[in-house]
Every structure is written in structure tokens, then in C-alpha cells.
């Protein structure tokens, strides 16, 4: 009797010509990938094309999209009112190098949907907003330190890369100072005591989380946390900022903040905002952002202002995309559809782990899901959000790994393994299939022994 061929020998056999590619790039790219979250033991996928919901790599695959853009695309794929805005802009011009019309359309469309935007800057991606964000924060507070939680993600750049208390010897990333890793602590999140502790000491400049829990809600927060953190940044004088990458124009139109009616002083944004294109701001309070203004003063020009140039700053494709995008998403019509559409996937991979008796739980927030596999979770009642009181755990690396290739496999991409985006543009029939696909995975996990 011939043995039943395993995930990956069938991942390899699906996908010879991304397996090629794969080695090309190998030549170019550490590792292979130009991010992270991209690679994948033993190859990645390489994709030619993507419509809508769907996508097709260079073996002709075709795969339902979770991943949309990093989370980017809550419109889905070539979406023909934001690609027709681009090409309309590529014609008029790429780059060029003053203020234009579309910018302000754009910003003025953030300050309508967002609560605490007052003003704003435009930046070129998530990281550069998170960074301009804490630099904001010191020079407004004259604090050096920067309080944030474990796990939480806020780009890579040295400020936030420090997953632990300064004094350990475990960074997320090499590269950067102790000297820069002493200006940052990091904390467990939902506990508003050690926050106050921390805050008491009279010299952090600002607190930033993912306000929905670590890792766009992996682990989500306790109820009333966020309400607890705005009464105790405002008490200490902490500038308190909202990174809402991902949450922004994605759990409300006015994001995190909107949804639970708590306002921060300076809110990072990306994905959604640019509609697909690279893209980032940061909004505030008009005290805080005025931080950038050029004043008939030379001694704060030279000693208070904080200084940004960035050559594709409010970038006039993006700006183009980005527009184009908020204008389709504020009436919170297409929220409503993602986010039903996002109940019924996670329901529907509850019954599976139901069904076949694997430990485990999907769940998750608006229109994102998360998937848990190989430990005991209760799992959502109504609703999708996470149902304890304890946060989860996270999925061992080789089961996240598995479940990715084996939903490949079946035609479904999700983001890092682990879950990701409904989008305005999926359909219950994609719903059905990636539900299906997944029965298909976890018994074929459960067959090899993963769960």
C-alpha cells in the first residue's frame, strides 16, 4: 500500500515554478523574501495576478486572498475605481515635488473619519508614521521614554523593536543600541496598574499599542482597557498614541478609536489609507502635530521644531489611491458586508475543529479572524470575538507552518498561517470554500500526527 503523500511533497508538486523562482532569488534576497512574513519553509509562492478576492501565481494556482495587501485591501484586488484613479494620476504626473490638490483631498477625508485628527502628516509607510509618532511624543513632552506591551507591533525601527524590559538580553531585533533599548520599556498588556507604575516615574513621553491587542487583536485586550489607559496617560501627562496600521478604516471607518469611543492624542495609520499603495500619516491633537510647524521664531525653528522631509511624502499615486479609497469606505457600508461575511468564516471553522475533534479555535474582531490550533480554547459563543479571560496562546511555529502550506494547498492564502482579512469584494461563496479547505487541511494535519 502507497503511503498518502504529505503536505509539503504536494505543496512542492503544486508549485515547481515558484520552487525556480525561489532559488533565483535566493541570489538577490537574504533568505529569499523582502519581507518577513513571507517566508515559508520550503519556498514561498510567487504570484502573477490577482483580481478581487482571488489570486494566481506563476504555476496558475489560484488561491482565495486572505492576506489583501498585508491587510491593505479591504476593497480587494485592482479594484476599477482606485486603479482607474491611478492610471488617471500616472498620466498627470508620478512625483512632483510641491504640495498638490490631491493631498488635501486625502488628508481631508482622514480628518473626517478619524476623531483624533486634528492634523495630520502623510509619511510613506507604517513604520515611518510610528517613528515620527514617538518623536513627536518626546519633543511635545521633553521625555525621553517610550512605554509600549509585549508582542505588540509598531514597524521596525529602533524605537520599537525592544520586545522586553530594557535590561534583558533579548531584543526582537539585533542591530539595535542597549543605549536605545533603555529608552523603551515594554510590558504585558491589560495590566493598567504596571502602567501607572511606569507612568509615575514622571519621564515617558508617550504610551503606543495595537488597540485592539498584540498583533492586529492575536491577543486581544481586556474590556475597558483602552478607557483605563486614556484616564492614566492624561493623569501622568503621557501623550498616549493609537497604532491603527491596521485597525484604521478597517474595524470602523473611524478605526479602533471610533469603535470604542476613546480618543487618543496621536493615531499612526497606513494600509487602508493608501488605498493599496504605499502609504502612512500620523494625526493629533493640533498641539502635538504643530511640533512640524515652521514658525517666525528661529530659536524654536532650531530647538523645538521636529524636522520631516521624506521624498515620497503624500506621493500623488498614492494620494490618488488613498482618496479614492476613503471616499468609497466612509459611509461604513462595505464594513458591514466584510464583517458578516468575517462572523460566518469563523463560525464555520469552529464547526470544523468541532467536527473533528482538534483542539483549537478561530475567532477575531470586524472583518479579521484568527486561527488557533494544538491548544484547548473555548471557543466563540455569539458573535467572533475572543471568548476568555486569559489571552491565547500563540500557535507553535511548525503548525502555522503546516496549516499555511496545506491551505495553499487547497486554493487558500492566509496571512502568515494564521488568519487574516474579509474584504467588501469576497463572496459567501469564497466563504464556503476556504471553510471546506480548511476541513481539507486540519485533516490532513491530523493524519501526519500536527494535531
Not at 494556482?61 to 475605481?81: C, F, K, R, S, T
Not at 518623536?135 to 512605554?147: E, I, M, V, W, Y
Not at 498616549?240 to 499612526?268: C, H, K, N, S, W
Request: with cysteine.
Amino acid at each position: 500500500m502507497v503511503a498518502a503523500a504529505s503536505i509539503i511533497d504536494i505543496y512542492r508538486r503544486q508549485h515547481p515554478g515558484s520552487a525556480r523562482l525561489y532559488e533565483e532569488s535566493l541570489r538577490t534576497f537574504p533568505s529569499g523574501v523582502t519581507h518577513d512574513i513571507r517566508y515559508l519553509d520550503p519556498f514561498p509562492i510567487f504570484v502573477q495576478r490577482a483580481a478581487g478576492s482571488r489570486k494566481w501565481d506563476v504555476d496558475d494556482n489560484e488561491y482565495i486572498d486572505y492576506v489583501m495587501g498585508h491587510g491593505a485591501l479591504l476593497l480587494g484586488h485592482a479594484h476599477p475605481q482606485i486603479t482607474e484613479a491611478v492610471i488617471e494620476q500616472a498620466g498627470l504626473g508620478t512625483h512632483y515635488g510641491a504640495n498638490h490638490q490631491l493631498e488635501l483631498k486625502w488628508g481631508e477625508l482622514v480628518r473626517s473619519l478619524v476623531p483624533s485628527a486634528e492634523q495630520l502628516r502623510f509619511t510613506s509607510s507604517g513604520t515611518e508614521a510610528t517613528l515620527m509618532a514617538v518623536r513627536l511624543a518626546r519633543a511635545f513632552t521633553g521625555r525621553d521614554k517610550l512605554l509600549k506591551f509585549d508582542h505588540h507591533f509598531h514597524g521596525w525601527h529602533d524605537a520599537v523593536v525592544g520586545g522586553r524590559e530594557p535590561e534583558s538580553d533579548f531584543p526582537h531585533s539585533s542591530g539595535v543600541p542597549r543605549s536605545v533599548l533603555g529608552n523603551t520599556i515594554s510590558i504585558p498588556q491589560n495590566n493598567i496598574a504596571a502602567v501607572n507604575e511606569k507612568l509615575a516615574d514622571g519621564d515617558v513621553a508617550a504610551v503606543i499599542l495595537e488597540p485592539t491587542g498584540a498583533s492586529w487583536g492575536t491577543l486581544p485586550l481586556a474590556p475597558g482597557f483602552l478607557a483605563a489607559l486614556r484616564e492614566v496617560t492624561a493623569r501622568h501627562n503621557a501623550v498616549l498614541i493609537f497604532d491603527e496600521v491596521v485597525t484604521g478604516f478597517r474595524v470602523a471607518p473611524g478605526g479602533a478609536q471610533q469603535r470604542y469611543g476613546v480618543t487618543p492624542d496621536l493615531t499612526t495609520m497606513a494600509k487602508i489609507l493608501a488605498g493599496g499603495l504605499p502609504g502612512g500619516a500620523v494625526a493629533g491633537t493640533a498641539d502635538i502635530i504643530g511640533m512640524l510647524e515652521f514658525r517666525h521664531d528661529a530659536a524654536w525653528n532650531a530647538e523645538h521644531r521636529v524636522a520631516h522631509p521624506g521624498t515620497f511624502n503624500s506621493n500623488p499615486l498614492s494620494a490618488a489611491a488613498g482618496s479614492t479609497m476613503l471616499s468609497l469606505v466612509k459611509n461604513g457600508e462595505h464594513h458591514t458586508y466584510a464583517d458578516q461575511l468575517n462572523d460566518r468564516l469563523v463560525s464555520g471553522l469552529n464547526q470544523v475543529l468541532a467536527k473533528l475533534g482538534v483542539s483549537g479555535c478561530a475567532y477575531g474582531l470586524a472583518s479579521y479572524f484568527h486561527i488557533l490550533l494544538g491548544r484547548e480554547a473555548a471557543r466563540p459563543g455569539d458573535g467572533i470575538e475572543w471568548p476568555g479571560t486569559e489571552a491565547p496562546g500563540r500557535m507553535r511555529a511548525s503548525l502555522l507552518a503546516a496549516l499555511k502550506r496545506a491551505m495553499l494547498n487547497h486554493g487558500v492564502d492566509l496571512m502568515g498561517g494564521t488568519g487574516g482579512f474579509t474584504s467588501a469584494v469576497h463572496s459567501q461563496e469564497d466563504i464556503d470554500q476556504t471553510v471546506s479547505a480548511f476541513e481539507s487541511a486540519v485533516r490532513e494535519m491530523k493524519a501526519e500526527g500536527l494535531v
